[in-house]
């Protein structure tokens, strides 16, 4: 009798036993983030599982640097912290001005970003305590480029951040007609028009790299 329960016992224990150790291996099988031994023996990482969420932060950004220059027709966003109701985005009118709740008419063009941001600063200092603006330039229309002649893209161009001669002819792509050879730069300068040559295959091979200058607004290019 006692070898009966002794039996039974341990037939008990055995099966008990292999039971944990399957759920163990089906536990790391199931687990997203295990390895898994390849053919060549070595381990392919699994991605997480899709119910893992997943955080992203979008953020904005300006099409002009930090000394970019405000002008006529660009649009700025100001975002005065913890007043949605100061806070706007709006384009700066031919006269160069700008109109904020409390503050009416603010002269923008002329100033950069950072420069603006501090004369709205002091400004509501009146309305509000310690107010904090940002400005953005999100449009830069006062500052384009054009680009003529046997190009892809013709028409006007927004001017970034120390964009090249270079730099725009990528924009705008060539014909199959277009003599690389003879392009030039439209500048006025004080009145004065400068005609500034551009040898594009020269200037990509490195033999003419002062010919790939800054561009200016109001620049044309012309590619013949």
Known sequence: MRKSV????????????AWAQTEHSDDETDNGD????????SDIEIPPSTDQKVSVTMSTVSPAGPGYVIGI???????????????????????????LPLLNDV???????????????????KYIAAP???????????????????????????LLHNMTVL???????????ANTKGIYVLRT????????????????????ASQNILLKPGDTIVVP
């Open 107 to 125: 002269l923008a063009a002329g100033l950069t970003p950072m420069q603006l941001a501090a004369v709205l600063t002091q400004k509501l200092k």
């Open 132 to 158: 904090r603006v940002t400005v953005v330039v999100t449009q830069a229309n006062s500052h384009r480029i054009y680009v003529l002649g046997e190009v892809l893209h013709t028409g006007p161009v927004t």
């Open 73 to 99: 027709d660009d649009v700025l966003r100001i975002a005065v912290w913890k007043e949605p109701d100061l806070s706007a985005t709006l384009p700066v009118r031919s006269d160069g001005m700008i109109s």
């Open 6 to 17: 002794l039996t039974t016992v341990l037939l008990g224990v055995i099966v008990a036993g």
């Open 189 to 208: 300068d004080s009145g004065q028009e400068q005609r500034i040559p551009f040898n594009y295959k020269r200037v990509i091979k490195g033999e003419a």
């Open 167 to 177: 730099q725009a002819l990528a924009t705008a792509g060539f014909t199959q007609f």
């Open 34 to 41: 295990a390895a898994v031994p390849a053919a060549n023996g």
